[in-house]
């Protein structure tokens, strides 16, 4: 039996190149999401909650178009679309819930900046490790 060339790219790509590009994503979306709560902490005045509300929908907009196309090679799909909010609602929870626990605690043995900073790093942190699980074996699952 002979097989026909396509130019069709895979539609699934293995674990760790999944993950390295997560990761990746991750990172530029962590950029939108920290400098825009920079920008509406520090620029805007803006409460630093409601910042970090609106900046975690900023990054993880920006973490859906990208992970979409690049990390799951995934075609648009209404569906997945909607399991990917309800999972960056789960996200969102956990993230801001994390980052309004912390960063009091930490005002008390760091400087503002550097409280907002730690604090956005282990609030992220368990966001994405949740995040990742949930697109890569439930919503982007391989067929």
């Known amino acids: 039996m002979t097989t026909v060339p396509t130019t069709e ?10 993950l390295f590009r997560f990761t990746v994503t991750g990172g530029i979306s962590a950029v939108v999401d920290f400098g825009s709560l920079l920008i509406m902490t520090h620029l805007l005045g803006l409460p630093d909650n409601l910042a970090k509300a609106i900046s975690f929908v900023l ?14 090679r995934a075609e648009p799909s209404t569906k997945r679309l909607i399991l990917v909010w309800v ?15 912390t960063r009091p605690w930490l005002m008390d043995h ?24 949930i697109q890569r074996w439930v919503i982007f699952k391989a067929h």
């Open 87 to 101: 999972s960056y609602l789960l996200t969102f929870a956990l993230q801001v819930g994390l980052y309004a626990l």
């Open 59 to 72: 990054g993880t907009s920006t973490a859906y178009a990208i992970n979409r196309r690049w990390t799951f």
């Open 110 to 133: 760091f400087d503002y900046p550097t409280a907002q900073f730690i604090a956005f790093v282990i609030a992220q942190g368990a966001a994405t490790i949740c995040n990742f699980a």
């Open 9 to 18: 790219q895979p539609t699934h790509t293995g674990l760790f190149t999944q």
